[in-house]
């Protein structure tokens, strides 16, 4: 009786001595002052975005198509829908302790014990007989350790959901800019065959006027000189088209040659100008992946911590088997045949070299690390919306910008041209005229690129509308 006491006591004073995780990560800091607005509220309305399919405010059936294909055969994506599915199986090993565990043996055994082992010599003995049986093994979760294994492994799998859901917002908006980064560099090429026919022309005025003594080779040197750095702009242009196509080619899964003959086809940039629904920051806490899985990996570490500390305390198991021997096959299944054993069994590591101690306290600080990620990931997913939203409210401005910049540079180019006909001004002001008017109308064609771009990034920032029970 005194000794069930003493166990009793001590088990007390170790269940009190561990202090539960729950205690440990209220003394550590998380952030608290989320902010309650964004900083450009007045330029965007603040409602909870719920569309997931954001892409399709551009109205491009070709770029939906090519983000249904990714989403379908996308090896980053195949991957981390894998890594969803060992962390499923990984559960299910963990729960597996709740049952018990059964094995089946059967056999047949011959043994021949010496005559010679004793004193006394006596005749050696034969022994041969069959035998079968089954055992059970049950390990009872008395304080929990098996419990806190399947806490760990259930964050694990909704961590791994998070995953899934990060690496398709971030496939999507990966096909969505290289999309538009083949939109853009098309059109660029686009302007600059356009220019290089007007800038031919001005190079056949300048030979012909050459011709006719009204002008210096001069004229016709810088004439050339501009006619033949945009080809060279072409003939760059038309490469780069052909390493986005083939990016766009790995984002979906597919070879560079099938994506050719779909994509080679210019078409107009998408439009930029569309509404944003920013949202408040709290509910985009709630809706990043990357957020959410940092929450459950931090789960994940508080339940490991939880099962470090219980390897302090005793493991309560039970084991048993039931089963038959008998030296005629005949006789296997008679009453007299039959065998059977149960032991329950209270097993207590008392003193291991301090390896418990150093595994606790490993665990708590990986614990803490998972607290330092999570506030970490926080702060950078506000970093994030926010400045992509100033991205793209200054790209728009700057896009109007170049806009009346383009208008005054034609004016520009059209004077200076007139008035080198007339002979009124040197050529050299028509060059840099006709250098200016293709530099910003391509600067043009940048700027929707880059407010395209912007956009995107921010959907990608505000968790791209995913859910993680459609999963």
């Not at 007139?418 to 293709?438: C, E, H, M, P, S």
């Amino acid at each position: 009786m005194r000794g069930s006491l003493k166990i009793v006591f001590l088990l007390f004073l170790i269940t009190s001595s561990l202090a539960s995780n729950a205690d440990i990560m209220k003394k550590d800091a998380f952030l608290d002052s989320i902010p309650k607005e964004w900083e450009y509220s007045s330029k965007y309305k603040q409602e909870f975005p719920t569309d997931d399919d954001w892409w399709k405010i551009f109205g491009d059936e070709l770029l939906d198509s090519l983000i249904a294909e990714g989403e379908a055969n996308n090896f980053n994506l195949l991957q981390a829908a894998r890594r969803i599915e060992m962390s499923r199986q990984a559960l299910r090993k963990a729960r597996s302790p709740y049952y018990p565990q059964f094995s089946l043996d059967a056999g047949w055994s011959k043994s021949r014990e010496s005559g010679s082992l004793y004193k006394s010599r006596t005749n050696p003995t034969t022994m041969s007989y069959f035998s079968a049986g089954i055992d059970m093994s049950w390990e009872i979760d008395v304080f929990g350790k098996i419990r806190s294994n399947v806490k760990e492994a259930k964050a694990n799998v909704n961590a791994s959901r998070a995953d899934y859901a990060s690496v398709s917002i971030s496939l999507c908006a990966e096909i969505a800019s290289s999309y538009v980064q083949l939109r853009m560099l098309q059109e660029e090429l686009s302007v600059n065959e356009e220019h290089v026919k007007s800038q031919e022309q001005v190079l056949n005025i300048t030979e012909a006027r050459f011709e006719t003594g009204l002008a210096s080779m001069l004229d016709v040197a810088q004439a050339k000189t501009v006619y033949y750095s945009t080809l060279a702009t072409i003939s760059s242009l038309k490469s780069q088209i052909t390493t986005t196509i083939n990016s766009i080619a790995v984002l979906v899964g597919e070879y560079p040659e099938n994506m050719r003959a779909r994509l080679s086809v210019a078409r107009p940039q998408l439009a930029p100008n569309q509404p944003v629904y920013v949202g408040i920051p709290m509910d985009l806490i709630r809706r990043r992946p990357d957020v959410v899985e940092a929450e459950y990996e931090l789960a994940s570490y508080a339940a490991a911590l939880g099962v470090a500390k219980k390897d302090f305390l005793p493991t309560i198991s039970l084991t048993g088997s039931i089963g038959t021997s008998a030296h005629n096959i005949s006789d296997v299944v008679k009453n007299n045949s039959f065998t059977y054993s149960i032991a329950p069994t209270l097993s207590w590591t008392i003193f291991s070299g301090f390896a418990r101690s150093a595994e606790v306290a490993s665990a708590k600080e990986q614990m803490l690390a998972g607290i330092d990620n999570y506030n970490l990931t926080l702060l950078t997913a506000i970093e994030e919306v926010d400045n992509a939203m100033a991205t793209y409210f200054e790209a728009q401005v700057y896009q109007k910008r170049i806009e009346e910049v383009l208008v005054n540079a034609q004016l520009a180019f059209d004077l200076a041209l007139d008035r080198y006909k007339q002979g009124l001004d040197a050529f050299i002001n028509v060059a840099d005229a006709q250098i200016t008017l293709l530099q910003y109308a391509t600067e043009l064609v940048e700027a929707k690129g880059d407010a395209l771009t912007a956009l995107i990034s921010l959907y990608k920032a505000l968790g791209g509308g995913w859910n993680i029970d459609k999963l």
